[in-house]
């Protein structure tokens, strides 16, 4: 494309963008609150996965050691736990510790009578995984170890979590896409409406010898240009939101895991910018497509 | 040169026979009226000329193309040969008559001196050079046709096609606007001129080809009055 070719387009662009002032309006909000309702449902999903990881980071596989191993050889235990792979932390928890927990937990019980300590309980380690999908396969090779005498993996409990997990980021993907598809559809069709009134002008350029690409260049670069109008309302729309969600949740956001603003804003600005420039360029070449077969 | 080779057009959907079998030849140079009452294949004709339509058979020859045989990405190659003049003129409304006329040399691939020379000289050949800065819109019927024939124009194509030009013009601004014609005719460039008006071919003895239910029934040069049934 020569670049006085180029200049006259984006000036046709820029000039259909302000003569049709009320098409230009209704699709840039259309293609904003599309925009807006894809965007927070992205701010959504990147916050399952957050609270997702963290809350994974709570599940721990405990080993228990035997009884009767010497004490001086157990930090051995740990050099040899922490060689294998998917092992990302490995706590010791003495058996007085752990006869503390149970006493926090469970409170004061009949079970307790007559036990003042933690003889009766095991020297453990607990172990923070990085996947916790692949702790079955640890488990063979921690029962291995010399001196871990039992694994305890919380399967049932962890496979339920896993289970719940995937569904629940697979289904916050799945609303995202389904909003994004529908933004896709009102945006086409609005679009198509203000292509629609300027029909006669597509065809009009056809009579006169211009190619295909001619005519498209400057619907693309019109609809390229409300995309970004388009995403730049709805991103203040998505930042201002999740801002004032996030300040009225400050006090349980390091616990849940719910992502900070500023490292919201990246990923939400990708998505949104790029999502609407795509969805007016697209919305463009389909709509004039229909119109060029003169 | 635009030649037809026993060209027919079939139309499915309504099982008619806009075209049967024609065979016509115009040379370089000439000026043609094209005449027939309503439905009689003038437009259908038209419409294989510009490559709007394909024929059923046959062949149509214009300017070298096998216009009957382009692919899709040749056929605005081929019309920017041809300058087309509508009856209901086709102008862009959201351009000026600079623009509208500009435009036509944009799309071939102008550079903007070659357009800030050229569309001057054109629109002054109308007769429009005070209204290059008017839309579409604040001008009169004839003055909108005078700006179609300087975008027909500005590319210098060796064929100028106007179907029905006269169409929506009162009788003296239909004369101007053939007269205009007959001018850019003068300079060597074929004119074809598609019309049921009775009046405007009397205008000028020039060859007149006569359609009547798809097939040409008459072809005078230098006919002049035409006693005729197929006129209006």
Known sequence: MKLHSFHNFLKDALRNVTLNKILTLATVITLAAGLFLFGFATAITLNVFSITDKLENDFKIAVYIDEKYPTENISRIKDEIAKLPNVSEVAFVPKDQAFEDFKETFGETDILEGIDNGSILRDSYQLTLTDLSLAPQLVPELQKIDGIVKVVTMDDTMNTFLDVTKKLQMGTIIVSLILGLLSVLIITNTINLSIFNRRKQINIMKYVGATDWYIRWPFVIEGAVIGLIAALISFAGVYFLYDAIIGSATSFNNTLGLVDKQQMILPIVLVIFAAGILLGVLGSLISVRKHLKV | ?232
């Open chain 2, 1 to 232: 040169m635009i030649e037809f080779r026993n060209v027919s057009k079939y139309y499915e959907n309504t099982s008619t026979d806009a075209i049967k079998n024609i065979s016509l030849k115009i040379r370089n140079g000439e000026f043609v009226f094209i005449v027939g009452q309503s439905g009689a294949g003038k437009s259908t004709l038209t419409k294989l000329m510009i490559a709007e339509q394909k024929p059923t058979s046959g062949e149509v020859l214009i300017n070298g193309y096998k216009v009957h045989e382009l692919k899709r990405k040749e056929i605005p190659y081929f019309r920017r040969g041809i300058g087309m003049v509508f009856q209901d003129f086709r102008l862009l409304e959201n351009k000026t008559v600079y623009e509208n006329v500009a435009f036509a040399m944009q799309i071939v691939g102008a550079t903007s001196r070659q357009v800030r020379r050229k569309v001057p000289e054109v629109l002054s050949s109308v007769g429009l050079a005070a209204k290059a800065k008017s839309y579409p819109g604040q001008l009169s019927g004839g003055e909108q046709q005078r700006v179609a024939v300087a975008r027909a124009l500005v590319n210098n194509p060796s064929v100028i096609i106007a179907d029905e030009p006269t169409g929506n013009l009162d009788p003296t601004i239909s004369k101007e606007i053939l007269q205009m014609l007959a001018e850019i005719n003068k300079n060597g460039t074929t004119v074809i001129v598609v019309t049921h008006d009775k009046e405007l071919v009397n205008t000028l003895q020039k060859r007149v080809v006569a359609l009547d239910a798809g097939q040409i029934v008459s072809d005078e040069e230098r006919s002049g009055y035409i006693e005729t049934a197929f006129l209006s």
